[in-house]
């Protein structure tokens, strides 16, 4: 069975949360990341910044627990068995520090197949507020193999 492409009305709740420092600091652990500026609010403050300063990819982390795009997939009639992270894309516009209340506005804007139908294609398009500034544009793309369809 294929993406039933209704997912593309569906308009996922906007999510708000604090950036907290502890969650930086175990995500720049996680990713081997050594630079103290994301780890240390001194270093950070030393560096030009007011706190502890989120890493690039810490944004992807912090929407995905934040949202329930598992939960969309599956409403849509998506095995999660299927499902495969196929990209991501990031654009800054301005940093994330530890004490930022961002605001998560996600839309799926795009459905496709590929192979004859074996595989399809989500397209996730989050765009990432403070206030009322536009700090990041987050984008994925999850693959969904569609066993049994002609390709």
Not at 74 to 99: C, I, K, S, T, W
Not at 101 to 128: C, I, M, P, Q, W
Request: hydrophobic residues 40%.
């Amino acid at each position: 069975m294929g993406l039933d492409h209704a997912i593309l009305d569906l308009t996922p709740p906007v999510a708000t949360v604090d950036v907290e420092r502890g969650r930086i600091r175990q995500f720049a652990h996680a990713i081997g990341e050594t630079n103290p500026i994301y780890s240390d609010r001194e270093a950070a403050i030393a560096a030009g910044h007011p706190d502890v300063l989120a890493p690039p990819t810490f944004l992807f982390g912090l929407e995905l627990e934040n949202s329930d795009v598992f939960g969309d997939l599956a409403a849509h009639g998506v095995d999660l068995g299927n499902v495969l992270h196929g990209e991501q894309r990031f654009r800054y516009f301005a940093p994330v520090h530890a004490g930022d209340r961002v605001r998560f506005e996600t839309a799926y804007v795009d459905a496709y197949s590929k192979a004859g139908g074996a595989l399809d294609f989500l397209v996730r398009r989050t765009t990432v507020s403070r206030g009322d500034d536009v700090v990041a544009e987050l984008e994925s793309v999850s693959v969904i193999k569609n066993p049994g369809s002609p390709s």
